[in-house]
C-alpha cells in the first residue's frame, strides 16, 4: 500500500512563492501522521489551472498512472484536485472500482470508503446535476441569441441562406425566390411533392421532407432553418 499526496497551485506565481504548496503538504503529512499510514510521496503541481481534468494535468497524469489496489490519495481540499462537481463524482467512483481511497482532508476524510463516503455521494452528485442543468441552459442561451441574431449553429446550412466568413447568415436570392414559390403553391393547395417537383424543374435537388421543413421554419418566424 502506497500513500500520495496531491498538491495544486493554480498560478506562477503561487508556485514560485511556494506558500501555498508547502500549506497543503503540511496539512498532508500531518494528517498521514494522524490515520496512521505511511509518509506520502508528493506529485506537485505547479502553476497548473483547476479547469484542467486530474488526467489532464503533468503530475496528476502521473499519479493515476502509478496507482493499485490498497493505495491511499490525501489532498487538502476538494478543488485542488477536481474541476468541477462532476469530474469529482466520476473520479472518485473509478478510485473506489479500483480500490482506492480517497482522502480529502476539508471534507473530513475517506470519501471513497467510510462513513462519509454516502453523504459525500449524495452531495456531490446533486451539485453535479445541478452544474449539467447550468450547462445545458447556458448552451440552449447562447443558441437563442445566435438564432436571433441569424448565426449559422452549425451543419448542414439552412435552406434559403449562405454561410458568411462571420458565421452569419447571408439570403441566397435564388434559393429565397425558390422558398417564395413554394409557399406560393402551398397556399393554392398543392402537395409537398407537387412543390418538389415544381422546385426541381427549376434545378433545386430537395427532397419532400426538407420541402416542409423549411416551409414550417418560414412561416413560423421568417428564418429557414
Not at 494528517?31 to 506537485?44: K, N, R, S
Not at 462571420?166 to 412543390?195: C, F, N, V, W, Y
Request: hydrophobic content about 40%; charged content about 30%; glycine content about 10%.
Amino acid at each position: 500500500m502506497a500513500t500520495y499526496g496531491y498538491v495544486r497551485v493554480s498560478t506562477q506565481r503561487q508556485a514560485e512563492k511556494g506558500e501555498s504548496l508547502a500549506v497543503q503538504q503540511r496539512q498532508i503529512t500531518g494528517y498521514t501522521t494522524m490515520i496512521g499510514v505511511a509518509a506520502p510521496e508528493f506529485f506537485v503541481e505547479e502553476g497548473v489551472s483547476g479547469t484542467k481534468p486530474l488526467g489532464e494535468r503533468p503530475a496528476g497524469k502521473e499519479l493515476l498512472a502509478k496507482l493499485e489496489r490498497g493505495d491511499v490519495i490525501i489532498c487538502a481540499k476538494l478543488d485542488r484536485m477536481f474541476r468541477s462537481a462532476v469530474d469529482a463524482l466520476q473520479m472518485v467512483k473509478a478510485f473506489k472500482e479500483k480500490g482506492v481511497s480517497l482522502h480529502l482532508i476539508d471534507l473530513g476524510g475517506d470519501v471513497a470508503g467510510n462513513g462519509i463516503s454516502k453523504l459525500f455521494f449524495t452531495i456531490i452528485s446533486a451539485v453535479a446535476e445541478a452544474e449539467r442543468d447550468r450547462i445545458v441552459q447556458r448552451i440552449l442561451d447562447v443558441k437563442t441569441d445566435q438564432r436571433r441574431r441569424g448565426k449559422h449553429l452549425g451543419g448542414s446550412r439552412p435552406f434559403g441562406y449562405q454561410v458568411s466568413e462571420a458565421g452569419e447568415l447571408i439570403e441566397d436570392e435564388g434559393e429565397q425566390a425558390a422558398i417564395s414559390k413554394a409557399r406560393a403553391l402551398k397556399a393554392e393547395g398543392a402537395s409537398l411533392r407537387t412543390i418538389q417537383a415544381a422546385l426541381g424543374a427549376d434545378g433545386h435537388k430537395l427532397s419532400h421532407v426538407a420541402v416542409s421543413r423549411f416551409l414550417k421554419r418560414a412561416e413560423e418566424n421568417g428564418l429557414v432553418r
